[in-house]
């Protein structure tokens, strides 16, 4: 499957995905912030994973901070939103959308990339630990 930058043609399939991540996000929230992203590319990078027909099967949301915490550089990249379809899990679509924020963090300027997840979602805390992530505190 194809890791590629979301277009304007992905909302449908970003929001659904978005949704499912953000349950109590309400709708015109997503909306906006999605507007936000795809309107200020220096500042914002959407990786999709392209399923067959048009559909989508996961995405990564990532920016660019002045600060992180752990961190010792600036800017950071930030992964601000990390989902994977259930379907697709476990097949290390998530790792590729995490390198390709990665990539676009590096031509961006940064030297370090960082991300948060819920105290009590230990599911994205292990997926953080394999792909070489380490925990810098707790919130």
């Known amino acids: ?10 909302q449908a399939e970003w929001l659904r995905m978005r949704s499912a991540l953000w349950p109590d996000c309400p709708l015109e929230d997503h909306h906006s912030e ?28 990532a920016s660019l901070r002045a ?10 990249g930030y992964i601000e939103g990390w989902y994977v379809d259930a379907d697709l ?4 679509l998530g790792g590729k959308l995490v390198n390709a924020a990665e990539q676009w963090a590096v031509a961006q300027g940064c ?14 805390f292990h997926a953080h630990l394999a792909l070489g ?3 810098a505190g707790r919130v």
């Open 1 to 10: 499957m194809l890791i590629r930058h979301v277009t304007h043609t992905d």
């Open 34 to 61: 999605m507007q936000e992203q795809l309107n200020d590319p220096a500042h914002y990078a959407v990786f999709v994973v392209e399923r067959d027909a048009g559909k989508l099967g996961g995405f990564l949301e």
């Open 67 to 76: 600060y992180a915490d752990g961190c010792r550089t600036s800017p950071v």
């Open 89 to 92: 899990r476990r097949q290390d």
């Open 111 to 124: 030297r370090e990339m960082a991300s948060d997840c819920e105290l009590d979602n230990d599911v994205s």
């Open 133 to 135: 992530y380490e925990e």
